[in-house]
């Protein structure tokens, strides 16, 4: 012992004994604990699913209520897969019928716009 404190210089952390199977088991178990607690929080804010109009919920398949950040995330999912945004300014997009119906009849719109159109679609309690 005397020889591994002279190489190590009397390092606490170096010379202190390995955790043993039960040290690991408790951090294991706090993980899950901790993991559960957070699974079973409230969500709060853009992740709360909130009641929503009429064109939005046809434009989400039918659903009655959505979280604004699903919405959000929907809309950009259609721009995507129907190549809406315009290739010379990709801030700008280019509204098809369905994104018509939720901007107001605009027929181009901007990316950073998106989120204050959808605004009027999600109905306050």
């Known amino acids: 012992m005397a020889a591994v404190a002279r190489v190590f ?4 952390f170096l010379m202190s ?3 043993g199977v039960a ?6 178990a706090a ?3 901790k993991a559960d607690a957070t699974a079973a929080k409230e969500k709060r804010g853009i992740l709360k699913p909130v009641p ?9 398949g039918g659903a009655p209520e959505i979280a604004r950040s699903a919405a ?4 950009w999912n259609h721009i995507k897969a129907n190549g809406l945004q315009n290739p010379e300014n ?6 098809d019928g369905a994104l ?3 901007f107001g009849g605009r027929d181009k719109v901007g990316m950073l716009e998106i989120a204050k159109l959808l605004s009027p679609h999600f109905i306050k309690n």
């Open 9 to 12: 210089r009397g390092s606490r």
């Open 17 to 19: 004994p390995a955790g």
């Open 23 to 28: 040290a690991g088991a408790k951090k294991a």
């Open 31 to 33: 993980k899950v604990t």
């Open 52 to 60: 929503i109009s009429d064109a939005l919920s046809r434009f989400a």
């Open 72 to 75: 959000v995330k929907l809309i």
């Open 90 to 95: 990709k801030r700008e997009i280019i509204c």
């Open 100 to 102: 018509k119906s939720l």
